[in-house]
């Protein structure tokens, strides 16, 4: 959601809805093009660069500024703010258009609210690293036909399963007499729900359900607009270009009835478990399978009785293919800041040098050949699954408009939750979920 991991995701549904940012004098300046790696030196109208950022990014950026510094002589604070906080003070800042920051570390949904007050970077854009980068990327990035920004780390769910369970000789067995088939990695919606029907179970003999195949999320939107892309859909929840909510479309409605369709594999409770409560529920061993964001595989803690016996894939395929939601930040700009040039050059040289983050804490990179590079190697075993899935063509940014994050937090997540009370008549809260978007959005 991304890369909105547990503590992000939990501020932003308790924050209040993004607010268009107003727009500002014109007279943002014009760009350099040029590469910062092979100048030596940093562009003359800075010697220091504050940046802010948000969480986990400081740690992602942190061996880049340190190289910079190295290479140029300029310095880079990475100034970290939590997820609402960050928000807030780029939004007061571009309004007042006095920005205390000389580049900002933005969520993709941010995007499109904060474009009025961002510098346009369409000359760091070339076709060279277009091509490096995931389409749906190059898709978000741009704003009224701008470049407002340039991807640092990228993200998205992929499939994590308990190699323990599904190698068990035994499990194989009775999984292929049950349901005719061999018990692998479940790529396809089908064999999801088979393998979370198929472990869940009370496993010391106790009389209660232990082990759940799956978790269902309320508390979150993304996995299920993972699932909306899975189903085919090609805009989901609203078309951008047109204003049309498409929320009530029968993709929308077979996603939502496929997620629900889970429920009786999951423990209870769906309706308030987030992105921490699943995490937590997979580590201490009571699921044997969920669907998550790729930089966990990085962070199953010593003590969990499952740390040896966690594998990877990519993200399931619906009927319209494999499909997650990019959860990608960006490196913008502010149009009334006072070192854009030196601004600029730094976002070119995180570009080029976006390697470098690989082996961080998150270890979350944007580039193909940054994923490239590491996929194959101990420990980046996570990096295949979210190659092929971000290549996916149904894995698309989440729409372009101010009003996304309101949406999320006053429509989206309501849905889902009324969504996995039992008996809930999905078409209908589909029906009142488009009404409530189109006055949110006229």
């Known amino acids: 959601m991304a890369l909105r991991d547990n503590h992000r995701a939990a501020a932003a549904h308790g924050r209040r809805g993004l607010a268009a940012v107003a727009a500002l004098a014109a007279g943002a300046l014009a760009l350099s093009g040029c590469g910062a790696g092979g ?19 400081k740690a992602e950026l942190q061996p880049i500024a340190d190289l910079y510094l190295e290479e140029t002589g300029t310095e880079v604070t990475l100034l970290e703010l939590p997820y609402a906080g960050l928000y807030d003070r780029i939004s007061s800042e571009l309004k007042a258009g006095t920005p205390s920051f ?32 995931f389409e749906g990327l190059v898709t978000e990035a741009q704003v009224d036909g701008t470049y407002v920004g340039v991807p640092v780390w990228t993200n998205s769910e992929i499939l994590f399963y308990r190699t323990d369970l599904f190698e068990d000789p035994q499990n194989k067995a009775d999984f292929a007499a049950k349901y005719g088939y061999d018990l692998v990695p479940p790529t396809t919606w089908e064999q999801y729900r088979d393998a979370a029907e198929f472990f869940t179970r009370d496993t010391d003999g106790d009389g209660e359900i232990d082990l759940y195949g799956t978790d269902v999320k309320g508390a979150v939107e993304t996995e299920w607009l993972a699932t909306v892309s899975q189903a085919g859909e090609e805009h989901m929840v609203i078309d951008a270009e047109s204003g049309e909510v498409t929320i ?63 594998g990877v894939a990519p993200m399931i395929a619906g009927p319209g293919g494999i499909a997650g939601v990019p959860g990608a930040w960006y490196l913008s700009v502010p149009a009334s800041g006072s070192k854009n040039e030196a601004a600029t050059d730094f976002i070119q040289f995180a570009y080029e040098n976006n390697d470098l983050s690989a082996d961080t804490s998150l270890g979350l990179v944007a580039r193909k050949s940054a994923f490239e590079s590491k996929a194959g190697e101990a420990g980046f075993e996570n990096y295949a699954a979210l190659l092929e899935t971000l290549e996916s063509a149904q894995t698309l940014p989440r729409p372009a408009t101010a009003e996304w994050q309101e949406i999320t937090d006053s429509v989206l997540i309501p849905l889902i939750q ?11 809260l589909l029906s009142e979920a488009k009404t409530q978007i189109e006055q949110i959005t006229q």
């Open 39 to 57: 100048s030596g030196a940093a562009p003359a109208d800075a010697d220091s660069l504050t940046v802010v950022v948000e969480g986990g990014g």
């Open 102 to 133: 000389d580049i900002a570390a933005l969520d993709a949904i941010w995007l499109t609210a904060f474009a009025p007050g961002l510098a346009p970077l369409d000359d760091l854009y070339t076709d060279e690293v277009k091509s490096d980068l």
């Open 248 to 310: 009530d479309s029968a993709a929308h409605k077979e996603a939502l009835d496929y997620y629900v369709s889970l429920l009786p594999f999951a423990p209870a409770g769906a309706a308030q478990l987030d992105w921490a409560g699943s995490q937590n529920l997979f580590y201490q061993g009571n699921l044997a399978m969920m669907r998550f964001w790729g930089h966990a595989y990085r962070q199953t803690p010593e003590d969990s009785p499952v740390k040896d016996d966690i």
């Open 418 to 428: 009324k969504a996995v009370e039992p008996d809930a008549d999905t078409a209908a």
